[in-house]
């Protein structure tokens, strides 16, 4: 099957006053498949902002490439973007318009016919909880709402590969069901999704595989049950959590990236 996004020995490295070129991606090689959730998950300064804002176009890499479709997102952006649906980390909505308008603006970015984007808008709106929200400007809309908005926009053209930076922070958890419904479906339909989330649940629950980076390097690439098992095994977890309180568990993400990174991300992690 080919891929609808890959990621070719991908390197990102800046050059710092009077000091080494600092490397924050070295030689980053992975594929998404249609049809496929695939997580990356890392600590804080493991390179996966500079990761997604490579593969985006955002920056141009040092070496190595990303193709969307077919395309590459650096020397031929125009015909890969039409592929492409964004949300970042950072809000990026104008808050020029209202929550409708925003959507088809945007859907006129790809060269969707008015009906289309009327259509394709609503259905979404409706989906995440906004349609009674569609005439609200954005200052208007919580922190939440302005989250869903953005993943909402980021799916207006139904792309072919859908790129998601930590996109359920800020949501309450039947926001969160809500997105990885809506997420498992658009599996279903063939679209090829990178999940960029600090929710070892979420990982587990919606990726089919996962790439763990620590200082811009892929320590391992599996589906969450086979890391699991080779790091951790399937025995029941036994912790005390209060004197004399046993809690018994099954093992999970959250230790495998412990025993790789050292690190935890049950805290939060932005880059």
């Known amino acids: 099957m080919t891929a609808s996004l890959e990621v070719k020995n991908l390197t990102k490295s800046y050059q710092r006053k009077g000091q080494?070129?600092?490397?924050?991606?070295?030689?980053?090689?992975?594929?998404?498949?249609?049809?496929?959730?695939?997580?990356?998950?890392?600590?804080?300064?493991?390179?996966?902002?500079?990761?997604?804002?490579?593969?985006?176009?955002?920056?141009?890499?040092?070496?190595?490439?990303?193709?969307?479709?077919?395309?590459?997102?650096?020397?031929?952006?125009?015909?890969?973007?039409?592929?492409?649906?964004v949300c970042s980390q950072e809000d990026t909505l104008d808050t020029d318009f209202d929550?409708?308008?925003?959507?088809?603006?945007?859907?006129?970015?790809?060269?969707?016919?008015?009906?289309?984007?009327?259509?394709?808008?609503?259905?979404?709106?409706?989906?995440?909880?906004?349609?009674?929200?569609?005439?609200?400007?954005?200052?208007n809309l919580s922190g939440g709402m302005r989250r869903k908005l953005q993943v909402a926009r980021a799916l207006i053209s139904n792309p072919k590969v859908l790129v998601l930076d930590e996109p359920t922070t800020g949501l309450d958890p039947d926001a969160r069901r809500t997105l990885w419904q809506l997420l498992t479906e658009n599996r279903k339909q063939g679209m090829a999704t990178l999940l960029s989330t600090h929710y070892m649940e979420e990982a587990e629950r919606l990726c089919?595989?996962?790439?763990?980076?620590?200082?811009?390097?892929v320590l391992d690439l599996d589906s969450p049950e086979n890391l699991i098992k080779k790091y951790i095994?399937?025995?029941?977890?036994?912790?005390?959590?209060?004197?004399?309180?046993?809690?018994?568990?099954?093992?999970?993400?959250?230790?495998?990236?412990?025993?790789?990174?050292?690190k935890s991300l049950s805290s939060g992690d932005s880059e």
């Not at 595989?209 to 390097?217: H, M, N, P, Q, W």
């Not at 209060?242 to 959250?254: A, D, Q, S, T």
Request: hydrophobic share 40%; glycine share 10%.
């Open 20 to 85: 080494p070129p600092f490397v924050a991606v070295k030689d980053l090689s992975f594929e998404v498949r249609p049809g496929e959730i695939f997580g990356l998950l890392g600590p804080n300064g493991a390179g996966k902002s500079t990761t997604i804002n490579c593969l985006t176009g955002f920056y141009p890499p040092t070496h190595g490439e990303v193709l969307i479709e077919g395309f590459n997102i650096h020397r031929d952006p125009k015909k890969a973007k039409q592929h492409l649906g």
């Open 99 to 139: 929550v409708l308008d925003q959507m088809l603006r945007y859907g006129t970015f790809y060269r969707m016919n008015h009906f289309e984007i009327v259509k394709r808008a609503r259905l979404l709106l409706e989906t995440l909880g906004l349609m009674e929200k569609s005439n609200e400007l954005i200052e």
């Open 208 to 217: 089919d595989r996962i790439a763990i980076l620590f200082e811009g390097k």
């Open 233 to 262: 095994g399937t025995e029941i977890i036994e912790e005390e959590i209060r004197p004399g309180v046993i809690w018994k568990r099954n093992p999970n993400l959250e230790d495998v990236f412990l025993k790789l990174t050292g």
